[in-house]
């Protein structure tokens, strides 16, 4: 395994760590993340979906090799996440994020904002060191 190789599989890991970490606190915090989404106006199914999402994409990052179906479905997730946090930053919404579970329950603020779009630029350049 090369430098750049081994880069690409600690940014996945990284990120991987923390979508699992995410999820995971969803999970063992099950009604307290209900609750939150319902705030959201999540969708029931999109709020059952997210902390499995969190926890399949985590683990696979973690564990396998880099690839672009996982390194893309990962960003994707962190797109959509990044775009819900920062609308709600910009209407300065005081609905918990319950970005990390019943572990956030406070509004989001741009630090959310930022680190989404740094675990994305990881995942940009895990990508472009894995080919």
Do not use: Y
């Not at 990284?14 to 939150?36: F, H, I, P, Y």
């Not at 300065?92 to 741009?110: D, I, L």
């Amino acid at each position: 395994m090369d430098n750049p190789e081994i880069i690409s599989r600690l940014g996945a890991a990284a990120v991987g760590s923390v979508l699992a970490l995410a999820g995971a606190n969803k999970v063992t915090a099950w009604q307290q993340w209900r609750e939150n989404a319902a705030r959201q106006h999540l969708w029931t199914a999109v709020a059952f979906a997210v902390p499995m999402l969190e926890l399949v994409l985590g683990a696979a990052l973690i564990v396998l090799m880099p690839t672009p179906v996982t390194l893309g479905l990962a960003t994707l997730l962190l797109v959509v996440f990044t775009s819900f946090l920062a609308m709600q930053v910009m209407v300065k919404s005081e609905v918990p994020c319950a970005c990390f579970g019943a572990r956030s329950n406070k509004p989001p603020t741009r630090r959310d904002v930022v680190r989404n779009l740094l675990m994305i630029a990881v995942l940009f350049l895990s990508a472009a060191l894995s080919q």
